[in-house]
C-alpha cells in the first residue's frame, strides 16, 4: 500500500518527495482530502457513479489534476479509506495544514458529494457535521456552505 502511495506521488504529483516529507506535504492533504470526500460517499451505505464521478471531478478541479492523476488519486484514497479506522487520521492533516477558507472550501465539497444522487441522507449529513468539528469549522459556516450549495444545485 505503501510503495503504490509512494509511486503516485513520486511520478504523478511531485517527483522527488520521500513519504515521509509527504505527511507535511500537498499530496498528503490531496489524499487525505480525497478520503474524506470518499467516506462521504459510504456515509449512507450505497455508493452510486454519480457520487464516484462527482468524488474524481472535485479532486482533479481543486487540485489541478489530470483525469487520469485524479483517478488514481480516488483510488488510492479508496484504498486508505478501507485501511482507516477513523477519520481522524484523514482529519488531523487537514485540520492543521488547511487555512480556515481552505476547510470550509473541504466541507463544500463534501456538501457537493452528499447531493450528487439529489438527495441528504441523515448518515450523510451527520457525516460532514462530524468533519466539520474535527476541522473545527463553524455551524455557521457548515449551515451556510451547505445553503450555498443546494442553491446552485437548484434544490432549494
Not at 467516506?39 to 452510486?48: I, S
Not at 476547510?103 to 466539520?132: C, F, N, P, Q, T
Request: glycine residues 4%.
Amino acid at each position: 500500500m505503501l510503495a503504490k502511495i509512494r509511486d503516485f506521488f513520486d511520478s504523478r504529483i511531485q517527483p522527488g518527495v520521500r513519504l515521509a516529507d509527504a505527511r507535511q506535504s500537498e499530496q498528503a492533504l490531496r489524499l487525505a482530502t480525497a478520503a474524506l470526500l470518499i467516506e462521504t460517499t459510504r456515509a449512507d451505505f450505497h455508493v452510486g457513479r454519480d457520487e464516484r464521478r462527482t468524488v474524481q471531478e472535485l479532486v482533479q478541479r481543486q487540485f489541478g489534476l489530470s483525469r487520469d492523476e485524479s483517478e488514481e488519486l480516488v483510488s488510492l484514497a479508496e484504498e486508505e479509506a478501507d485501511q482507516s479506522v477513523s477519520l481522524y487520521q484523514f482529519t488531523e492533516l487537514v485540520d492543521k495544514h488547511f487555512s480556515a477558507e481552505q476547510k470550509v472550501r473541504v466541507i463544500e465539497m463534501l456538501w457537493r458529494v452528499v447531493y450528487a444522487d439529489g438527495h441528504k441522507d441523515s448518515h450523510e449529513e451527520h457525516l460532514v457535521r462530524k468533519v466539520a468539528d474535527l476541522l473545527h469549522v463553524s455551524h455557521s459556516a457548515f449551515i451556510r456552505t451547505r445553503h450555498q450549495v443546494e442553491t446552485e444545485l437548484g434544490l432549494v
